[in-house]
């Protein structure tokens, strides 16, 4: 299979942790990259390259990879971080761009 | 600053074909290779297409192949999308995106506000 598993959804209360996994089999040497996407608004980078962040981007976001998984951590989790999360790659056996099917985090 | 307007959309009916502009503009296309990503009512975000920077490869999903042809034309500073045969299932928002580095695919920095295209009878 080819494609990028999240969980739809991550409910965190403010302050805590929220963690958005994404799955791929053989996810390999990939480079996984996450955005943010509020409504209304375009996808922002959050993390790419599994760990590294683009500037302007909290700290409080970071990315980490282990075996077939990805995970974006979300720490000190505040009402502004609540939007959809999704993953992407770049697949080099297929030639395809891959994305997550999202996940929403509520912030409760 | 950079930005990427897209055009072109439409309704067409099945079997029809239309023709998707990018826009480019306070970057030059000739430096960035480009992508085309599509998102259907309701549906998560699909990959379309990319074009090298010089046009030399193109990589396409799965499910537009023989289909769909992107183009660039970096003197207009635009790149294309000619989508033939449509189906319904090609109904979707669709947007351009910029690479964040040269000579890269993904990860996208800047994106479209979309077109959409709507494949209806």
């Known amino acids: 299979s080819n494609m990028l598993t999240q969980p739809p959804s991550v409910s965190v209360a403010p302050g805590q942790t929220a963690s958005i996994t994404c799955e791929l089999n053989n996810i390999g040497s990939r480079s996984v990259h996450w955005y943010q996407r509020k409504p209304g608004q375009a996808p922002i980078v959050v993390v790419y390259d599994d760990i590294d962040r683009p500037s302007g981007i909290p700290e409080r976001f970071s990315g980490s990879t282990s075996g077939n998984r990805a995970t974006l951590t979300i720490s000190r989790v505040e009402a502004g971080d609540e939007a959809d999360y999704f993953c992407?790659?770049?697949?080099?056996?297929?030639?395809?761009?891959?994305f997550g099917g999202g996940t929403k985090l509520t912030v409760l | 600053q950079v930005q990427l307007v897209e055009s072109g959309g439409g309704v067409v009916q099945p079997g029809g074909s239309l023709r998707l502009s990018c826009a480019a503009s306070g970057f030059s296309l000739r430096t960035f290779g480009m992508n085309w990503v599509r998102q259907a009512p309701g549906k998560g975000l699909e990959w379309v297409a990319f074009?090298?920077?010089?046009?030399?490869?193109?990589y396409y999903t799965d499910s537009v192949k023989g289909r769909f042809t992107i183009s660039r034309d970096n003197s207009k500073n635009t790149i294309y999308l000619q989508m033939n045969s449509l189906g319904t299932a090609d109904t979707a928002i669709y947007f351009c995106a910029r690479p964040l580095e040269e000579d890269r695919i993904v990860p996208f920095d800047f994106w479209g506000q979309g077109t959409l295209v709507t494949v209806s009878s």
């Open positions: 074009m090298r920077k010089d046009g030399s490869y193109e």
């Open positions: 992407q790659l770049w697949d080099n056996s297929l030639y395809h761009v891959l």
